[in-house]
């Protein structure tokens, strides 16, 4: 199996790389009501490529906890630092309340690593979601956590809290992890987490991601996707590397639309759910959170259904 073709870092970004700039009104309603609220988005931080697409079809991610991680990972943009135990004890309301008003049919939250904070932010989170639930009980929710240095006892709160999607990323293939990732996180952790929320709930749908073009063999990614089905990972996603600023990771390879359509070939006969594969692609991506949403929607269909034939008489 090839990747297609592979262009060195060095190389302008290619064609396929670029997009459109954003906009429409859902998208500006979005944007105008987070900077209103104040709330802090992954599109916007990250800058995402995908952002005009999710928030004008009604996705939004969320980043709880505040804007500063306690880790360094050398893929990430997002501001390192330590926050010294600050943290917003009404978040959880003021973002149940403004999802509420948005308009969204599916919501991502996701989080800064809070390794300053006694449970790593663990009910901050799981709080979040039960409040969203409460206010809205049709909305899917999708969360993107932490590893919460692969404590059971942290984990466990999350999927009590029962949100539809539980993803964590493992980010990178295993030997690359070192290298990408920081110090406190891991490959093998990761996916102790993932396994965790499958055997706290097996009816939890799970998720991870694997960015390309970080010096990866093609051997390792496919033992990574064993690695990820082994802990009954549910979905996976494939997305190209970019670097944020000159003092990340540098790109080692461009891998073409064609290689990650092979990928997700690959994936797909592996036995995976959903997989999202392509250069643009992020863990949280519009097309896969349509696709999840039809597959919850008729789980709960099922469920009701179940439940009004067992309570006839």
């Not at 006892?153 to 539809?164: F, I, N, T």
């Not at 990972?233 to 790109?251: A, M, N």
């Amino acid at each position: 199996m090839s990747d297609g073709p592979v262009i060195p870092g060095k190389t302008p970004k290619p064609g396929w790389l670029k997009v459109r700039a954003p906009g429409g009104e859902n998208y500006n309603r979005i944007k105008d009501m987070a900077a209103e609220l104040k709330l802090a988005t992954v599109c916007q931080e990250a800058r995402c490529p995908n952002i005009g697409e999710c928030w004008g079809g009604g996705t939004a991610t969320f980043m709880l906890m505040g804007e500063v991680c306690t880790r360094g990972c050398r893929f990430c943009n997002v501001k390192t630092g330590n926050p010294k135990g600050k943290i917003d004890e009404q978040e959880p309301e003021k973002i149940g309340w403004a999802i509420a008003q948005m308009g969204l049919e599916y919501v991502v939250l996701t989080s800064v690593d809070r390794d300053d904070l006694p449970d790593q932010g663990s009910s901050h989170f799981a709080r979040t979601i039960e409040v969203i639930k409460d206010n809205d009980p049709k909305l899917i929710v999708e969360v993107l956590t932490p590893d919460f240095r692969g404590r059971r006892d942290l984990v466990e709160p999350l999927v009590r809290a029962k949100p539809d999607v539980f993803a964590h990323n493992i980010e990178t293939v295993e030997s690359q992890t070192k290298r990408v990732r920081d110090p406190r996180a891991g490959y093998r952790q990761s996916l102790d987490v993932l396994r965790m929320v499958k055997e706290i709930d097996p009816t939890r749908y799970t998720k991870s991601s694997l960015m390309l073009g970080l010096g990866e063999t093609e051997g390792e990614v496919l033992q990574a996707l064993r690695d990820l089905r082994a802990v009954g990972c549910d979905v996976v996603t494939f997305g190209q590397y970019l670097q944020p600023t000159r003092r990340h990771l540098k790109v080692e390879a461009f891998v073409a639309p064609e290689g990650f359509q092979e990928w997700q070939r690959v994936a797909e006969g592996m036995g995976f759910l959903y997989v999202a594969s392509g250069p643009l692609v992020r863990s949280s991506y519009r097309a896969g959170e349509f696709f999840m949403k039809g597959v919850i929607e008729k789980r709960r269909l099922e469920e009701r259904e179940a439940g009004e034939r067992s309570a006839a008489p």
